[in-house]
């Protein structure tokens, strides 16, 4: 199968259900990817992934096989073609919400201590629930006859294998907690990805962070998914913060883009509102790196950058700026040449123009108004300095913008 037809599908899959899936090349080598290594951390974890083996080699073609097993979690198992080849798995996912009752039924089937639930604890939490098994055929199906169009309506069988008799083998976690450890190391290190590429600027390189670090919660503290989901976000909130604090960004920067995701947070009244905005504030911070970083120029430029950008909208000379930090003009002119690339006057008009195309877009303000908003008070030049930067008029360039919109 095409790899890239893996990966669109695969993310389908994980972005609209919340659901892995798993393509596997016979003899299946690295089958124990299929239920996220959980066997592995067991005992006797090569015996029940050979029941698996050994339940692959019966299944029917043109059937999907949806299996529960002795933790009550759900898989999908498929062949795509006849010749028996290839195999496709779906989940792990639970039918309904994992409760008290759950655990407690799950301790005495399987005679599993405080210990053992704690260790399980870090996989079951984060796994999706889907209460209906149609949602996911039905999209399987569509996925089907994307892979195969040819291919003969499948037929769906099921398998409830959670009677621990059946096998005989009890699912407890190994003793050494080694896959445990394994799971929680690489939970933190690829926190610390993500950080190091949200303090680098790395949009591209944090998003695909995120979506690991995000694959393998832990135990909600809290007993409202809503409020656990909140809370981490302003952890989260906090953590990014921090992590970009070290490219000189004002303070001002941080603590706006800070407290507005506050209260995004606070207001948003759903779970899927939330996942939005974690990709959001990813973005928004990784963008807030590239545009204010003022860690590469010396302490001089860096105050001129400031001043700059917070008295946008006053008259700003060079002289003023000269005396300000206690320098001569040319000193700061060469020096502002060389770390920045351009001159004060151009990097001035450079931000004020940008500033202008965002209200031109953003506000109904008039032209004039926002001329004066950015620093320009001269109309005329105003719209002199915005055809050179831009090269068309204010005014054109907002209908434009409105003709885009609509």
Request: charged share 25%; with cysteine.
């Amino acid at each position: 199968m095409i790899s890239r037809t893996l990966d669109f599908i695969t993310k389908l899959l994980k972005d609209t259900l919340k659901l892995d899936m798993h393509y596997f090349l016979e003899p299946y080598n690295d089958l124990p990817a299929f239920d996220l290594y959980l066997r592995d951390s067991l005992e006797r974890s090569h015996d029940l992934y050979d029941d698996v083996r050994g339940f692959i080699k019966e299944m029917d073609h043109y059937t999907f096989h949806i299996v529960t097993d002795s933790y009550m979690l759900n898989y999908i198992f498929f062949y795509p073609y006849e010749d028996k080849n290839e195999l496709i798995t779906i989940g792990p996912y639970f039918n309904k919400t994992v409760d008290d009752k759950y655990w407690h039924d799950l301790t005495e089937q399987h005679n599993l201590t405080i210990s053992n639930v704690q260790h399980l604890k870090s996989f079951i939490y984060g796994i999706p629930v889907i209460n209906t098994n149609l949602q996911i055929i039905s999209t399987i199906g569509n996925i089907v006859n994307y892979i195969n169009p040819d291919a003969t309506p499948f037929s769906v069988q099921y398998h409830d294998l959670s009677n621990v008799s059946k096998s005989g083998i009890l699912y407890q976690p190994k003793t050494d907690f080694d896959a445990y450890s394994r799971k929680v190391e690489l939970r933190y290190r690829t926190e610390k990805e993500l950080l190091q590429h949200i303090s680098a600027g790395d949009r591209k390189a944090a998003l695909e962070s995120a979506r690991k670090f995000i694959s393998a919660p832990f135990e909600p503290r809290l007993t409202s998914t809503l409020r656990e989901q909140k809370s981490l976000l302003i952890t989260a909130n906090t953590l990014f913060r921090k992590a970009i604090e070290p490219n000189e960004i004002h303070p001002i920067f941080l603590h706006e883009i800070s407290s507005k995701f506050v209260n995004y947070i606070e207001n948003a009244l759903s779970e899927t509102a939330l996942d939005q905005l974690y990709e959001k504030m990813i973005r928004e911070y990784c963008l807030l790196v590239k545009t204010k970083s003022t860690r590469q120029y010396s302490h001089c430029v860096r105050q001129t950058l400031y001043f700059i950008d917070f008295n946008l909208d006053a008259k700003i000379s060079l002289s003023d700026l000269a005396e300000k930090y206690n320098v001569s003009v040319p000193y700061l002119s060469n020096l502002f040449k060389k770390e920045v690339g351009t001159t004060i006057i151009k990097y001035i008009n450079k931000l004020r123009i940008e500033r202008a195309k965002n209200l031109l877009n953003t506000s109904s303000l008039s032209i004039q108004d926002i001329a004066i908003h950015v620093g320009i008070y001269d109309h005329n030049y105003f719209t002199k300095v915005f055809k050179k930067e831009v090269g068309v008029a204010p005014t054109d360039f907002r209908n434009n913008a409105y003709l885009e919109k609509i």
